[in-house]
């Protein structure tokens, strides 16, 4: 059976997935609702590899261990489609990873997992493709621990091919064989579960159910299960549910990884695997390798349940001496593994996508060591070891000390300022006692040991270790940050302060937690105080992954936001040349670039219509109420305003007005362009369009626009009609601009305004000179050099910008005939003073959790790839 009609157009694709029908009527899943043949999975990727097309897209899929999801997963590899694998169970996860590798394709969740069950959605955000992918790439995968994270490991068709060969190979794979999916899809090793067997044409017992789930027991003994995989924390459940004692006659063999399993436990299931007629494999991976590195033989587990054992078929190790790691009487080097599986390298950002092999061997950071029977130990981990107060300490060492002295269940993680222990609650042990354990062992001061007493030990949703959940917890009772560094507590406690919440977790981002424009400004200033820098893409970056750099010069080598540092000189010059200072106009211009630019990465999200909709009418009032308040505040004082600005109707009534009441078009501009935005997205077919053609559809509404720039159609002049209609082309092309992801898109965008801004402002080439220069800088650099306080001063100026607008009017002349500096001084102090009020009253109002909310004053932006 053909699954496409041809091979995809300048990639490859993976066999295992492209000759599934080879296998037959043979049983490929089986589910509590049926079973599905090979030759019937085949037909349904077929069907599925056509909807996503010939040309090559990057298709996120959310994992699951449904019938549906793997369709949709076999389905774009053998179409030739890279796949950005993500946590189906991790919605934040999911937005932050959409957010920062702008999919072509993404997948959604249809109802049910069973044969019968309706079909994953398939959404389309654009008909090819927005990226340039490399032949190879097949697979972006998170690495351990870095949920939601931008860092991906990209693996190829030959890496997912051979791994699967190889673990097929040592496991000797048969047939007959059916394994459970008893590990999330979108973790590495239990993806390896799927690819290893229906390589050769066993059967899948796809199951979203956990060991610890009776019915799981029911349904794997109907399917005649043969194989169970499990990382540590599995087998702490199994011990729960008393599998030692359960009939299953069709077990073969039992793999375990994700973790160090004590030898102890290593040897007891051993044992049992013995008695019960199974084998047990201890196996040795990382997502950098595909998943798997080293097995350890059956007949070894027994004798040397401490080693990892030899490496896989076709795969090699060897060991690097580093100075710090050298033991008396013992050759142990960081182990380094190279074999076929061995990645790409990885992506940070879309522009990744692009890169073929970056490495050639994967140091594992892992300290190991060679015994005379030819198997590996691991001794340490590299990257774990501590030196507290000038003593070297291992983590690992103290979870061993608790663990197989005292039968304490122990993580064990920590910095150079001291040991934090995470341990299960056990009778006759409070935090006292073993904190005295570990400093008379280690030789620390019981001042440096942090002990907590937890319930369970704090896990991945795979089941390994959350070694950062352990780090938030040993800065729990830290009060002080340290210049230029922060915890990861300190940071979740931060995020909450300023975004408001209630729940941040060190998986939180900045995106999932729906931080708006406002908060983005406050917040970048906040974290580079904290951790000496600002981190590229530290919006979509979870909490835990934030980093404080060892060594870094605080005050050199700073970026700043380009579109902070553009609201914060656009606001300068507008006071500025109202002042009569100097004479530098067209901010205001810019700054509706500037707006629409912000309003496409801010509020057009994966978030559905409906949110997006209530985001942007959330925006609306977060100007408007500000505007309201400070117009009738103006009028009780007297200035010469009247109830038509109060209600922000003067330049929809008076566009040919030139008095005072005409200060507040752009305000009343940006809520009309805003109103009109907020109505045309709400009708489903231009939402569709939007997710669709995310760049052609601004790029028509600047089109749009510019009828009403060139006064076509038969329109009346552009002086006689609201300014919100003559330059909405500003806003639209603004909104292009953040939605160019290739240098053709952003050259077509610069084009467009080189063409039609000059004009605008007959007789004022500086005036366009300045918008052209600005707009250019928005595109094409999404950061400039700076210098920390500079950072501090634009974030302010840009976060207060629309009260800076909305008060100078009043402000400045008070002293302007005193000293024209010193009035322009004032008017931008009184500006962020009344933007610090304004917040509190908009958020007293608000009845809804805050928007992602975008507007002049409110404005931040999310690091758009250069």
């Not at 068709?157 to 060969?165: D, F, G, K, T």
């Not at 990645?343 to 950071?365: E, F, I, N, Q």
């Not at 060591?369 to 590996?376: A, K």
């Not at 060190?506 to 406002?518: K, Y």
């Amino acid at each position: 059976m053909t699954l496409l009609p041809g091979p995809p157009v300048g990639g490859h694709t993976l066999p295992l997935a492209h000759s599934l029908a080879l296998h037959g009527d043979r049983t490929a899943l089986v589910t509590a609702e049926g079973e599905v043949s090979y030759g019937e999975l085949a037909r349904r990727v077929a069907d599925t590899a056509r909807q996503l097309g010939p040309g090559r897209r990057l298709v996120l899929l959310p994992g699951a261990n449904t019938v549906g999801a793997l369709v949709v997963h076999l389905a774009a590899l053998s179409a030739g489609h890279p796949v950005l694998l993500v946590p189906g169970d991790h919605p934040e996860a999911v937005a932050a990873l959409t957010a920062a590798y702008d999919p072509d394709v993404v997948v959604h969740p249809g109802p049910g997992s069973g044969p019968e069950s309706g079909a994953w959605r398939i959404e389309e955000r654009r008909t090819g493709s927005a990226h340039d992918f490399h032949p190879d790439l097949a697979l972006l995968l998170s690495t351990s621990g870095s949920t939601g994270s931008p860092k991906l490991v990209r693996l190829s068709y030959e890496n997912l091919q051979a791994n699967a060969e190889s673990i097929a190979d040592y496991l000797g794979i048969r047939d007959t064989d059916r394994a459970a999916t008893t590990l999330p899809m979108h973790y590495c090793y239990g993806l390896s579960v799927v690819h290893s067997h229906l390589l050769r044409g066993a059967g899948l017992v796809v199951t979203e159910l956990s060991v610890a789930d009776a019915c799981f027991w029911d349904l794997f003994r109907t399917a005649r299960g043969t194989a169970l995989a499990g990382v540590p924390y599995t087998f702490d459940l199994l011990d729960r549910v008393g599998f030692a004692e359960m009939e299953l006659p069709h077990l073969r063999y039992v793999t375990q990884a994700g973790g160090r399993l004590a030898p102890e436990r290593v040897s007891h299931y051993a044992e049992l695997g013995k008695r019960r007629g199974w084998d047990l494999f201890v196996m040795y991976g990382q997502t950098e390798a595909t998943a798997r590195m080293a097995y350890l033989p059956p007949e070894l587990a027994t004798a040397h349940p401490g080693a990892i054992g030899v490496p896989v078929p076709g795969g090699s190790f060897a060991l690097e001496a580093v100075d710090e790691t050298v033991m008396e009487g013992e050759d142990v080097g960081e182990l380094v593994y190279s074999g076929p599986n061995v990645m790409l390298g990885y992506a940070h950002t879309p522009d990744d996508l692009a890169l073929g092999r970056t490495v050639d061997t994967l140091r594992t950071g892992d300290l190991a060591r060679r015994t005379d029977e030819g198997l590996y130990e691991i001794v340490g981990r590299r990257s774990r070891f501590l030196k507290i107060l000038g003593l070297r300490i291992d983590p690992q060492q103290v979870e061993a000390l608790l663990e197989q002295r005292h039968g304490l269940s122990v993580l064990a993680a920590g910095d150079d300022d001291g040991l934090t222990l995470a341990v299960v609650g056990e009778p006759g042990w409070d935090e006292r006692r073993i904190r005295r354990r570990v400093a008379d062992e280690f030789g620390l001061p019981t001042r440096a040991i942090r002990v907590h007493l937890l319930p369970e030990l704090p896990r991945l949703p795979t089941g390994k270790p959350d070694y950062q959940a352990v780090r938030a917890l040993g800065r729990q009772d830290d009060t002080e940050v340290p210049p230029g560094g922060a915890g990861i507590d300190d940071l979740c406690a931060l995020y909450a302060r300023i975004l408001d919440r209630t729940k941040v977790t060190p998986d939180s981002t900045f995106v999932g937690l729906g931080g708006d424009s406002l908060s983005y400004v406050e917040m970048s200033l906040h974290l580079e105080e904290r951790l000496g820098h600002l981190p590229t893409s530290w919006h979509t970056t979870p909490i835990s992954e934030l980093r404080t750099p060892e060594r870094k010069t605080r005050g050199r080598g700073r970026a700043l936001e380009t579109s902070v540092a553009l609201r914060a000189v656009a606001i300068v010059c507008i006071v500025g040349s109202h002042a009569r200072l100097f004479e530098l106009r067209g901010g205001a211009h810019l700054l509706l670039a500037v707006a629409g630019f912000n309003f496409a990465r801010f509020l057009l999200t994966p978030a559905g219509r409906r949110d997006r909709a209530r985001n942007t009418g959330r925006s609306i009032v977060r100007i408007a109420v500000p505007c309201v308040v400070w117009t009738a505040f103006a009028m009780l004082i007297g200035t010469d305003y009247d109830l038509s600005n109060l209600l922000l109707l003067h330049n929809a009534l008076f566009p040919q007005d030139t008095g005072p009441g005409i200060h507040l078009w752009f305000v009343e501009a940006l809520v009309y362009i805003l109103l009109a935005t907020l109505a045309l997205l709400a009708l489903p077919a231009v939402d569709r369009a939007e997710r669709r053609f995310p760049y052609g559809l601004p790029l028509a509404l600047v089109l749009l626009g510019l009828l009403t720039r060139y006064e076509l159609v038969g329109l009346p002049a552009r002086s006689q009609i609201t300014d919100a209609v003559t330059v909405f082309w500003l806003f639209a092309l603004g909104w292009a601009a953040a939605k160019a992801r290739t240098t053709p898109h952003r050259l077509l965008v610069t084009l467009a305004a080189l063409a039609t801004v000059p004009g605008f402002f007959p007789g004022e080439p500086r005036r366009e000179a300045f918008v052209l220069i600005g707009f250019a800088l928005l595109v094409w650099f999404p950061t400039l050099p700076s210098h920390h306080r500079v950072n501090q001063v634009a974030g302010l100026l840009a976060a207060a910008s629309l009260s800076i607008y909305l008060t100078h009017w009043q402000i400045y002349p008070i002293l302007d005939g005193v000293s024209e500096p010193l009035s322009l001084v004032s008017a931008l102090l009184f500006g962020i003073a009344y933007a610090k009020g304004s917040d509190r009253l908009t958020r007293r109002l608000s009845a809804l959790p805050r928007p992602a909310a975008l507007h002049l004053g409110r404005s931040g932006s999310r690091r758009r790839r250069p």
